[in-house]
């Protein structure tokens, strides 16, 4: 085997505990999401809905129908917004124990979009039960 091919071999063994873990935590859902939310400031939109497919109740079909009606929605964004400039987590909420919503920034040089996921946890793991995004930013604060 290549030094190559065993180094990429030896990276893939290390990252996949990462995807399949359990979301134990509060703390390792918010991490799970971060690495979700920086995949789509960094237009790595594959690689985001995988992320996002490892630890849902959400249907597969789901996310792949929204990841096609935002494939073409984030090349607007992009042609208006202008290229990503980063992604910022503004608020994690914990409802009770069971109940975790997150709210993100993702930074664009005219403007930002917002995003929320809500992770839900029944016994002993956090799953992601609903994501969406808004251009509005004005709705962050009409609660």
């Known amino acids: 085997m290549s030094p190559l091919r065993a180094l990429l071999l030896a990276a893939t063994l290390v990252a996949a505990p990462a995807l399949g873990a359990d979301l134990a935590t509060p703390e390792a859902a918010r991490d799970h999401a971060n690495g979700i939310l920086l995949d789509i400031g960094q237009n790595r ?8 497919k490892a630890h849902t109740t959400i249907p597969p079909g789901r996310i792949d129908a929204f990841a096609e009606s935002y494939r073409q929605a984030v090349q607007q964004t992009l ?4 290229p990503s400039v980063g992604m910022e987590l503004l608020r994690a909420e914990l409802a009770g124990e069971s109940l975790l919503h997150l709210t993100y920034l993702v930074k664009y040089e005219v403007t930002g979009v917002l ?5 839900y946890k029944a016994r002993d793991r956090w799953m992601l039960t609903d994501f969406n995004y808004d251009i509005n930013l004005t709705s962050l604060f009409q609660r």
Not at 46 to 52: G, Q
Not at 115 to 119: M, V, Y
């Open 45 to 52: 939109l594959a690689d985001a809905w995988v992320k996002m």
């Open 115 to 119: 995003w929320n996921l809500t992770f």
């Open 79 to 82: 042609k208006y917004y202008g």
